[in-house]
RNA sequence: GGGCGUGUAGCACAGCUGGAUAAUGCACCGGCCUCCUAAGCCGGAGAUCGCGGGUUCGAAUCCUGCCACGCCCGCCA
């Protein structure tokens, strides 16, 4: 394979070098085959990555030849190694239990990653996207429950941004109707002395977070759901925020202000605690601005001149999906009786919004949402628009059931954010006695909001999840300190090669290693290197991060094997092509850390 | 009742476009700091892959029936 067909190949999805040596191995095996009498079999399909690393890196099983061949897996895999040709790239090639194990050639590896780092010559994919996450209601804290919403998007928004698209965060803020309406409600018509009397028996407000908005106005929202179980007061509020949610959705004005004046400082500061988790957003959507300019009416108007609209008694409209294929309840409702629309068709409008912004949509949702996501899927392919891509996620339990911000039975995230700083500052004291408290501080916090990312972001979406402290606050191996230690190691190297000895790129020279070089924490490193670009490319595309945060966490074992083999500085001696390879590996995690919105600290 | 999802060692979790001894972490047992940060490394033990059928040379993975748990099935958001 020349150069011009290794760019030709990169352009390709799915380019890593393990994939490069598949290419190459390839024909090489056909044509073994081809000699031993097996033709047209779909090897390419058949050819995969090892499971086990001892097995080497591709595996032929030769199960399917046995018939064609008359001879058993094994003989045929045995023979089948002595008939494959040599090249550059292929270390060894062996038959072991019916398969054809191949193993790169190490040096062919370093070759390959110096000639084009880990990201071989992939173009950048500069795909735009719009990613929508949290959009939480900003009703109270965030809380962990909807923490896998923000974690789980903005991990999404880094990979892409790691992987080379232009991505848009946004935040869909729900400014209108029910939850924002008692809020406003209740902060107008109680006073703090009602809303305390309310509250007796619960919880009062944690004093570290006095005067911050999202936590003090909490208590207004959770008074008022209170008092509108009971009978006495019941009605009449009923009736009042019944109005003010009328009026919001009709477009009125003076509500809506007065709905942004209740909500924005608790917004706020439920985004200054994501922001303390790395979580930001480019821009906020707010759903009122597609019904005061007049989207939402005109999109109403359009669905009700389709085939599959269908009007009820009280003249309330919906869309019949059963016609388009939906199973169980069909009819879709999109208009009130009264003529209002509803949260959906805001959704739909907003939808139409986003694909005229250029870019491929991604919405991360709870899975509650999966059966109205469907019916705005459908209706948007109705009017001839496209579908976005969702990633569902599971709830976050408390071990003592779901969480509510009404009810009050809720992990609060500064809380948590709070705690993961104190226990990882009763790790680092213990552990670097001699570091001073500002020290001590900043690690503490690096350490505490990665390793409540990570612990959240490992686990597959679809999983039911439960929160518990003492998992959250880990900090040993399959943790987020774990990949940062590795990192802080690769950092220190760094550091005191340059005390010690010089300037890095001094003493980088080229060398690719000799024979005595390639131990196997060496090779390990540089085959978990080999595969990066691969593991971020689908993670990305399938939207499964935890598989990339595993991949990291694979890396950072990696690494360690390495260090503990590889010595780089050895008195006052710098092995050249070890510093080399600890550079490329430092530069990795870093990426991939920030990939993963874990902090990468240099000394901890 | 219907739709979707989950069920893998004591606990947590990966693998699910079918392939070798089911990966990893915690907990458990044993070893490693005169040597680049031991938040680490090495070794050991621990699994009828929810249960029953089927397809296949081969099933945790595909099909099917059943069981358990979760979410949804509002002219709420």
């Given amino acids: 394979m020349d150069l011009a067909d290794l760019q030709q190949y990169c352009a390709t999805p799915g380019c890593d070098f393990m994939q490069m040596l598949k290419r190459i191995v390839q024909p090489l095996i056909v044509e073994a085959l081809s000699n031993m009498g097996v033709e047209q079999m779909p090897i390419e399909k058949m050819l995969q990555a090892s499971r086990e690393l001892d097995q080497g890196d591709l595996a032929l099983p030769c199960f399917p030849f046995a018939k064609r061949l008359g001879m058993a897996p094994a003989e045929i895999a045995e ?159 009923e009736k009042k925020i019944g109005l003010m949610v009328h009026a919001s959705e009709n477009g009125d004005e003076a509500v809506l202000a007065s709905f942004q004046a209740a909500y924005q400082p608790v917004l706020e500061g439920m985004l200054s605690t994501l922001g303390r988790l790395g979580i930001n957003f480019d821009r906020f959507t707010k759903e009122s601005i597609f ?190 300190p774990f990949i940062m230690y590795s990192h802080t190691r690769a950092c220190s190297i760094r550091k005191r090669v340059q005390n010690e000895v010089g300037p890095i790129e001094d003493i980088l020279n080229g060398d690719i290693g000799t024979k005595e070089h390639f131990s196997d924490g060496l090779i390990t490193l540089l085959r978990v290197l080999a595969v990066h670009q691969d593991r971020v490319e689908k993670a990305v595309n399938d939207h499964r991060p935890h598989l990339f945060a595993e991949h990291m966490l694979h890396l950072a074992n990696a690494y360690n094997a390495f260090y503990r083999d590889c010595h780089i500085l050895t008195d006052g001696q710098v092995d050249g092509f070890y510093l080399w390879v600890s550079e490329l590996a430092r530069g990795i995690m870093k990426d991939g850390m920030e990939g993963l919105g874990l902090v990468a600290i240099e000394e901890m």
């Fill in 79 to 237: 023979q089948l190694a002595q008939h494959v040709a040599d090249h550059p790239a292929i270390g060894e090639v062996s038959g072991v239990n019916g398969y054809l194990n191949i193993r790169a050639n190490p040096t062919w590896i370093v070759e390959q990653l110096m000639e084009f780092g880990t990201q071989g010559s992939h173009p950048s994919p500069n795909r735009s996207v719009l990613i929508e996450h949290t959009s939480a209601n900003p009703n109270g804290p965030f809380h962990v429950g909807r923490a896998r919403n923000a974690i789980l998007g903005d991990t999404l928004v880094r990979l892409h941004r790691l992987f080379g698209n232009n991505v848009t965060a946004e935040y869909y803020v729900d400014d209108m109707g029910k939850q924002v309406a008692v809020l406003a409600w209740a902060l107008e018509h109680l006073s703090a002395e009602d809303v305390e009397a309310q509250l007796v028996g619960r919880e009062s407000v944690n004093p570290t977070w006095k005067g911050k908005a999202d936590h003090e106005r909490v208590r207004w929202y959770q008074a008022a759901q209170a008092l509108r179980q009971e009978d006495t007061a019941a009605e009449e509020i």
């Fill in 291 to 480: 019904v005061t300019n007049g989207d939402v009416e005109r999109l109403m108007e359009r669905l009700g001149t389709l085939e599959i609209n269908g009007t009820a008694d009280n003249g309330a409209q919906f869309l019949d999906l059963g016609a388009r294929g939906l199973k169980g309840k069909t009819e879709f409702f999109y208009r009130r009786g009264d003529g209002s629309s509803l949260y959906a068709t805001r959704d739909i409008a907003y939808h139409m919004w986003k694909w005229t912004q250029g870019g491929d949509l991604i919405n991360v949702l709870g899975e509650d949402h999966k059966l109205q996501a469907k019916q705005v899927g459908m209706t948007l392919e109705e009017l001839g628009e496209k579908r976005p891509e969702v990633v569902f996620y599971s709830f976050i339990k408390l071990p003592e059931g779901k969480m509510s911000t009404r009810r009050g039975n809720v992990v609060f995230m500064d809380d948590l954010l709070e705690e993961a700083k104190e226990q990882a500052a009763v790790v680092v004291r213990e552990l670097r006695p001699h570091y001073d408290e500002e020290k001590i501080s900043a690690i503490a916090e690096a350490v505490g909001t990665s390793a409540v990312r990570f612990n959240i972001i490992k686990v597959s979406p679809e999983k039911g999840f439960t929160f518990r402290w003492e998992d959250a606050l880990t900090f040993e191996a399959g943790s987020a």
